[in-house]
């Protein structure tokens, strides 16, 4: 029997790129089976994650999203993903709120990474706000994206200690490396398909 064909991926970064490159090295890496990456989009010009993309070799688009109406914009990434007939749409680091249109084109199938431990610290400098807080505890969440900012079905966590000599980026830092193993685990689970969501809870099956 022939192999399925891969799942592909669409990827959305607006800056560093250190998520996609992870999913990348894993993919390249044969520990994420069953998918490739087919575009890596962003929404700025000179983002380094698209610089990266392109160095090895993925098609990339840009589609600068400053001055272009939210609605416009996101038409655009869309009909974008859609050309390169994604089954996921895959947000690292892409830091621009999604109107209800690109949701409801992409559904149950667009997902999100965020350096906290959701529902806590969602927008931005989340690691900031849980220090200032004063957490004992912080980590990501890989997670469905719905309509609310950083908010949908919790598909994985995974926690990390917050330190006394703990500052912003130190304590991003060992985020990130999280980061970096949940992003690839959570698309391989979901690629196995062996869910369901009940309300707001993702329940492994199988
Ligand atoms: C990551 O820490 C990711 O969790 C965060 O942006 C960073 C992107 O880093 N995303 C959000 O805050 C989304 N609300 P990267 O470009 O190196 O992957």
């Known amino acids: 029997m022939s192999e399925p064909k891969p799942k592909r991926l669409g990827v959305l970064l607006s800056g560093r790129g250190s998520n996609f490159i992870a999913i990348a090295d894993a993919i390249a890496a044969g520990s994420l089976t069953g998918c490739e990456i087919v575009c890596v989009l962003s929404n700025i010009a000179d983002a380094p994650g698209i610089t990266t993309a392109q160095q090895r070799g993925f098609a990339t688009e840009i589609h600068v999203s400053k001055g272009v109406p939210r609605e416009e914009h996101d038409a655009r990434m869309a009909a974008s993903l859609k050309?390169?007939?994604?089954?996921?749409?895959?947000?690292?680091?892409?830091?621009?709120?999604?109107?209800?249109?690109?949701i409801n084109a992409f559904p149950d199938r667009i997902l999100n990474i965020h350096p906290s431990l959701l529902p806590?610290?969602?927008?931005?400098?989340?690691?900031?706000?849980?220090?200032?807080?004063?957490?004992?505890?912080?980590?990501?969440?890989?997670?469905?994206?719905?309509?609310?900012?950083d908010h949908g079905v919790i598909i994985l966590q995974k926690v990390v200690p917050v330190l006394d000599g703990d500052d912003e980026a130190a304590l991003s830092a060992r985020i990130l490396e999280q980061e970096h193993t949940a992003y690839p685990e959570a698309i391989a689970h979901v690629l196995s398909g062996e869910y369901r969501a009940h309300g707001q809870r993702y329940l492994h099956i199988g």
């Open 83 to 102: 050309a390169h007939a994604v089954d996921l749409v895959i947000l690292a680091g892409y830091m621009r709120v999604l109107s209800p249109g690109f």
């Open 120 to 149: 806590a610290f969602p927008g931005l400098h989340a690691q900031l706000q849980a220090l200032n807080y004063g957490t004992k505890f912080a980590g990501c969440t890989v997670h469905f994206v719905d309509e609310a900012v």
